[in-house]
């Protein structure tokens, strides 16, 4: 498949099929080459374009992405055509991008053929509902691992093998201008000038994530951000500035190469190094709506960290501190009563100990009778009160200070 997808539900575009044709032995791949003043569609295997003894004047393969083809394969496309072997490996299957290009020369230094390759990956965002902005389950993803191999000789013959175009890319490059066949470089504008298509749609993709977060903020009444969602449109943003910068890098490197070229095979003829001059402008022209589109993906960045920050963080710092502030006037109203429960009980805890004391059978009161006064009898026995009360006082206020040193010092071994 041109396009594999990640996340919470894995699903495809319908405009990203397969583009190999069944029913073929060995396996048929879609190409098209171009004559009378047009693109002519056709399909062939690995093992018939090695054994092409002419290769057309200008041929477009379009293979399925890079770790889909037999090994035996890759290694017929090496030999036949010079591909690198670094190509097919892991490590470039996992690049963000990369350029590199070759050459041969015969004994007298003349030019024989001149080759590239170059990748550009893209990851885009999966929408299962077009008309909202913003996902209510979870993310999907996919990524466009789009790699390419040129191959051109002298004698004005082009060979394109594409790997992992989606079908919308493919239905564009037969759409394109004449090819420019002195040119080695004329496909590669035509190839990235799609390529930039398809990073601008994403990015608008993942802009539209980003502005569903900004409509849908969480109420400040009762704020429930969903930090796990955001984070993750984070994380894909993140990824996307990575392939973009990569991309401005890798066209650097293409727009270097194509000076270079032209600077040291001066015999080229003059309308060829005319066609050279376009090319580099429409190169620096793709450079410069890389760039716009790598700041419109910076922007995304500091828009979600304004989201995440400033946002969510500060709408729960705030709520968390009105719940706070109306916890302590609840604590002050509390503390208002208690301390009114304490100023009665201060008021009425001496007398209600003097009634208690004088209420035991220590004091005797006597009224006064015709033969005798009132008066008062205290027993002989009243220091057992204060031998009792006084010792049982000491030892509970002990009790009270040993607890009290101990679970402090608990407390703290804990921490």
């Known amino acids: 498949m041109s396009l594999r997808t990640y996340g919470k539900d894995e699903t495809s575009f319908s405009t990203c099929d397969d583009n190999r044709l069944s029913g073929a032995e060995p396996l048929a791949y879609e190409s098209t080459q171009y004559g009378n003043n047009s693109w002519i569609p056709g ?29 035996e394969d890759t290694q017929k496309l090496s030999g036949r055509f010079k591909v690198p072997l670094v190509f097919w490996k892991s490590l470039s299957e996992a690049a963000s991008g990369f350029f590199g290009c070759q050459e041969t020369r015969d004994s007298n230094g003349a030019l024989e053929h001149f080759s590239c390759q170059f990748r550009f990956l893209i990851k885009e965002p999966v929408k299962q509902n077009p008309r909202l902005f913003y996902p209510q389950d979870g993310i999907s993803y996919g990524w466009h691992k789009l790699a390419f191999f040129t191959y051109w000789t002298p004698s004005n013959t082009t060979l394109i093998l594409c ?82 910068a990569m991309a401005i890098e890798t066209m650097t490197d293409i727009t270097q190469e194509h000076k270079l070229f ?44 304004n989201e995440i920050n400033l946002v969510a963080f500060n709408t729960v710092a705030q709520h968390d501190s009105r719940i706070a502030v109306r916890i ?48 008062w009898r205290v027993s002989e026995q009243f220091w057992v009160y204060w031998a009792v009360a006084l010792p049982l006082t000491l030892v509970t206020v002990a009790g009270v200070l040993f607890w009290q040193r101990v679970y402090t010092k608990e407390t703290l071994n804990r921490r």
């Open 262 to 305: 032209y600077k040291e095979n001066e015999s080229l003829s003059p309308a060829t190094r005319v066609a050279s001059r376009q090319t580099s402008m429409a190169f620096r022209s793709q450079v410069s709506i890389l760039k716009c589109l790598s700041l419109r993906s910076k922007a995304l960045e500091e828009r979600l960290k």
């Open 328 to 375: 302590g006037e609840s604590t002050q109203v509390d503390s208002a009563s208690m301390k009114t429960i304490s100023i009665l009980g201060l008021v009425f805890l001496p007398g209600t100990f003097i009634c208690a004391l004088f209420s035991t059978s220590f004091f005797n009161f006597s009224p006064a009778t015709s033969t005798e006064p009132q008066h």
């Open 163 to 244: 790997f992992g175009l989606p079908r919308c890319m493919r239905q564009s490059i037969l759409l394109s201008h004449p090819p420019s066949l002195g040119n080695p470089f004329w496909f590669h504008v035509v190839l990235i000038e799609n390529i930039i298509d398809l990073y601008d749609k994403t990015v608008w993709a993942w802009r539209d994530l980003v502005r569903g977060l900004e409509q849908n903020r969480t109420c400040p009444e009762d704020p429930r951000p969903d930090y796990i969602n955001m984070h993750e449109i984070a994380r894909h943003v993140l990824h996307s500035s990575e392939t973009i």
């Open 43 to 71: 399909q062939l295997s690995v093992e018939e374009l090695c054994n092409l003894v002419t290769i057309p004047k200008t041929l477009v393969i379009f293979f399925p992405e890079v770790p889909e083809l037999a090994t």
